[in-house]
C-alpha cells in the first residue's frame, strides 16, 4: 500500500516563474492537506481540500497561491510569480476522514533562485 | 503568536536510557494531540497520538502524557535507541469547529541517542 505521493522532491524555480507542486493521497483517503515548513520553523497550516472542494484555505496567502483537488488525478498546489520568500519545504498529508491522524507524504522543496 | 511550543530545540541522551520531550500550548480549544517524527528529507511520520479526555497513551517504547490543567503534553520513549535519532513535532487541533483537520506544529526537538 503505497503511502503518500508527492513529486518533485526538488524544484528549482526563478523568480516570477509557476511552481506546480503535486501529491497524491493515499488509497481510500479523500481528504487531503497542505502545509508549508519554512528553514527552522515547524509546519503550518495552508489549505485543506476533498475531491473537487477546497473546505479550508485559511492559511494561504491571499495572491499567487492556490490549491485544487480533482476528481481525477492528484492534488496541485500552484504558486504563481514565485518569490524567494517561498522557498521552503512543501508538505501534502492525506487522512481517510478529518479526524484522527494525517499521513505526510515526503515534501518538495522550492528553491527560488 | 506561536501556540504550540517545543522550548527544547535538542536534546540528547545515551542509548537505553529515557528520552523525555517536552511541549506546551495555549489555545485550550485544542482537544487533540499528536506526535510526529521526522528524518531529514522525508515527511513527518506519526507516531502516538492522545485525545484531551485521557492523560496518557501507551504504544510500545513510546508514551504520552497529557495535563490540560497545565496545558503540558511529553512524549516518553524508553528504552531510547540510536534509530530514534531524529527531530520530533508536536503537533494540536481542534480549534476548527469541532473538525480536527487543521493541525498546528511546535517548531520540532531534534532527539540524538548516542550509542
Known amino acids: 500500500n503505497a503511502g503518500v505521493m508527492q513529486n518533485p522532491r526538488h524544484l528549482v524555480r526563478r523568480r516570477g516563474q509557476e511552481a506546480r507542486l503535486r501529491c497524491s493521497p493515499m488509497?481510500?483517503?479523500?481528504?487531503v492537506y497542505w502545509y508549508r515548513q519554512l528553514p527552522e520553523e515547524g509546519l503550518k497550516f495552508m489549505v485543506y481540500?476533498?475531491?473537487?472542494?477546497?473546505?479550508?484555505e485559511s492559511g494561504m496567502p491571499k495572491e499567487r497561491f492556490s490549491a485544487e483537488f480533482p476528481k481525477e488525478g492528484p492534488s496541485i498546489l500552484r504558486i504563481q510569480q514565485v518569490v524567494r520568500g517561498d522557498s521552503a519545504a512543501y508538505f501534502c498529508?492525506?487522512?481517510?476522514?478529518?479526524?484522527?491522524?494525517?499521513?505526510f507524504g515526503p515534501g518538495t522543496r522550492l528553491t527560488v533562485l | 503568536d506561536q501556540q504550540v511550543k517545543q522550548n527544547s530545540p535538542s536534546l540528547s541522551v545515551q542509548e537505553g536510557r529515557i528520552s523525555i520531550l517536552n511541549c506546551d500550548y495555549t489555545n485550550s480549544m485544542f482537544d487533540y494531540f499528536l506526535w510526529y517524527k521526522k528524518y531529514p528529507a522525508e515527511g513527518p511520520t506519526f507516531l502516538i497520538s492522545?485525545?484531551?479526555?485521557?492523560d496518557k497513551n501507551e504504544d510500545g517504547r513510546f508514551t504520552v502524557f497529557l495535563n490540560k490543567s497545565a496545558k503540558h503534553l511529553s512524549l516518553h520513549i524508553v528504552p531510547s535507541q540510536p534509530g530514534d535519532s531524529a527531530v520530533y513535532f508536536c503537533a494540536a487541533s481542534g480549534d476548527s469547529g469541532g473538525s480536527n483537520y487543521k493541525l498546528t506544529f511546535g517548531k520540532g526537538t531534534l532527539l540524538t541517542v548516542n550509542p
Open positions: 481540500l476533498q475531491k473537487e472542494n477546497i473546505i479550508d
Open positions: 498529508a492525506s487522512s481517510p476522514g478529518t479526524s484522527g491522524s494525517q499521513f
Open positions: 492522545i485525545s484531551s479526555i485521557k
Open positions: 488509497k481510500g483517503h479523500s481528504h
